[in-house]
């Protein structure tokens, strides 16, 4: 895992920033309601198509989503109506 790139932010519905390490071709995206996750090995031209691209959404699921290895590096958690949902319990009637 290589930590956290330099990334730079786009402006996408499900895409908050995109960085790239061109030492060890690994590209990062940082998703709004996911997290961070590295791809690994992925080409500098797949990076660079990739900032391009009008829809970045949309150019991630044709050319680098199921086609790279990926980490995720920080998943977000999911609230619920304001509160964790790792926080919640189920009630059980007695």
Same mark, same amino acid.
Request: proline content about 3%; overall charge positive; glycine content about 6%.
């Given at each position: 895992?290589?930590?956290?790139?330099?990334?730079?932010?786009?402006?996408?519905?499900?895409?908050?920033?995109?960085?790239?390490?061109?030492?060890? %071709?690994? *590209?990062?995206?940082?998703? /709004?309601?996911?997290?961070?996750?590295?791809?690994? #090995?992925?080409? !500098? @031209?797949?990076?660079?198509?990739?900032?391009?691209?009008?829809?970045?959404?949309?150019?991630?699921?044709?050319?680098?989503?199921?086609?790279?290895?990926? %980490?995720? *590096?920080?998943?977000?958690? /999911?609230?619920?109506?304001?509160?964790?949902?790792? #926080?919640?319990? !189920? @009630?059980?009637?007695?």
């Amino acid at each position: 895992m290589s930590g956290y790139l330099e990334r730079t932010p786009v402006k996408s519905t499900n895409i908050a920033s995109i960085g790239y390490d061109s030492w060890t %071709n690994t *590209l990062e995206v940082e998703f /709004k309601a996911s997290g961070v996750y590295e791809y690994l #090995s992925v080409p !500098k @031209q797949v990076y660079l198509a990739f900032m391009a691209a009008k829809s970045k959404g949309l150019f991630f699921h044709e050319n680098i989503r199921d086609k790279y290895r990926y %980490n995720c *590096l920080t998943p977000k958690e /999911k609230k619920e109506h304001g509160k964790d949902k790792k #926080s919640q319990t !189920k @009630q059980t009637a007695d």
